[in-house]
């Protein structure tokens, strides 16, 4: 698992003070990228070889509310891995309390830049398996 820190920020908010429902799915992408670099794989070199990797499928059980100026972790897993396709879950956790703020899962497939499903090359692969490997033998 890998986990990273942040912030509310005010524009993140809604009018009922509280983080709106759709900045969950960044903090979500933030915890992928942060993920991917953990395991030596930087987006924009996965970019400049000619693969994306869009979401097909996302969901969020949203639990508690998270408020302007809450610090918050992104504890972000790879639950399912191979040459086409990969599977995240997260908690978003605020960090004062460890009260669980929201779970969630996406799934990604990997794509060339013209959107045709594809298998990612074993350079990369390689990387992303080997943080995959060693987290499920913990």
Known sequence: MITIRDRVRFVETDLMAVVHHANYLRWFEMGRVAYLRAAGVALNDLMAA?????????????KNSAKFDDEFEIRTKLTNFTKAKMCFSYDIVRCADKVLLAQG???NVFTNMEGRITRLPESFFQKINALYSQENEE
């Open 50 to 62: 000619g693969y994306i990797f869009p979401i097909t499928d996302v969901s969020c059980k949203y």
């Open 105 to 107: 899962k996406t799934q």
